[in-house]
């Protein structure tokens, strides 16, 4: 079992930024990738960033290339994202993933709100 616990969200105004975490307990391994995706209302669940635990390898979305930053610190298992020159397309629930052999794992998800 895995278990994810997001927390940074809340209500910017355009242009600012926020810093997204995840922490991860129970069975992680550095050997797994860990994403962020995000639900706006009324629309589908949308990839924003990935990052391999142990490679450092990341990859985006094509709507916040450029202005997100996924990282990670193994010490504490915990999986950030940086998300600057926020746009109110932004706001939306922010969940953390990941998956293992088969099974996938989401947080509870955390709301950002960015006011135009």
């Known amino acids: 079992q895995v278990q994810l616990v997001e927390s940074g969200g809340g209500l910017v105004q355009a242009g600012s930024s926020l810093r997204l975490s995840c922490a991860a307990s129970g069975r992680v391994s550095s050997t797994y990738a860990m994403r962020w995706f995000r639900q706006a209302p009324g629309k589908e669940r949308e990839f924003v960033a990935a990052?391999?635990?142990?490679?450092?390898?990341?990859d985006y979305g094509d709507s916040v290339k450029g202005r997100f930053t996924i990282s990670r610190d193994n010490a504490k298992t915990t999986v950030y994202l940086q998300m600057d020159s926020l746009k109110s397309e932004d706001t939306a629930v922010y969940y953390c993933?990941?998956?293992?052999?088969?099974?996938?794992?989401w947080g509870q998800g955390t709301q950002v709100t960015v006011s135009s």
């Open positions: 993933h990941t998956e293992i052999t088969g099974v996938h794992y």
């Open positions: 990052i391999t635990w142990s490679g450092g390898n990341t």
